[in-house]
C-alpha cells in the first residue's frame, strides 16, 4: 500500500468553494482546463499543446516537501460545483513577499470567482507576507481588473515569456500591501 504525503498547507474555507492544497486525484480536471488554449495562452508556464506527464510532474511539485511555489485547487463541491474550477498559488520570494498567481476554467469566467480566490488568499495570508505582485498578460484585461478589483495597485509594464505563445508578452505588474 502506497500513502501520498499529505502536503503541510492550510485549507481555506469560503461559502463558495474551499482552497485546498492539489493531490493526485486533480490531475484529470487540471489536464482538461490547462489542455485549453485559451487558458494556457494567459500564463507563463503552461505549454500548449500540453505535453504526456506535464500534469502529473507538476502536481508532484506542488505536493513536494521541496516546493518553493505552494498551490491550492479552488474547490466547489460545498457548492455543488467540480472538484477543481481552477488553481491559485503563492510563489515565494524574498523579503517575506510573494506572487500570486491563478487560472480559472472557461466554464466559470467571468462569474467572480478569480477575484474571490484572490480575496480568500489575502485574507488568509498563510504565508504571512508583507506584500504580495501579480503580473497579467497585456491582452488579458479581465485578469488586470480581478487584481485592482482585490485592492492591487498598477506598479508598471514588463514583459514575460509565454511558454503556450512561445513569445515574450508585454505585461501589468501589480502590487498589493499587507
Known sequence: MKID???D?????TERFVLR???KSDQ???ALYTGDARVARMTTSIPH???PGATEAFVARAMSDKRTE???AIDGTTSGLAEVMGLICLDRLDRNQSEVGYWVA???WNTGLASDAVQALIGANPLGNDRLFASVFQDNPASARVLTHC???YLGDAESFSVARDATVPTWTYSRKL
Open 9 to 13: 498547507q492550510p485549507v481555506i474555507e
Open 21 to 23: 492544497p492539489l493531490r
Open 28 to 30: 484529470g480536471l487540471i
Open 70 to 72: 505552494d498551490v491550492w
Open 49 to 51: 499543446p500540453l505535453p
Open 106 to 108: 472557461p466554464i466559470y
Open 5 to 7: 504525503h499529505i502536503v
Open 151 to 153: 485592492g492591487f495597485e
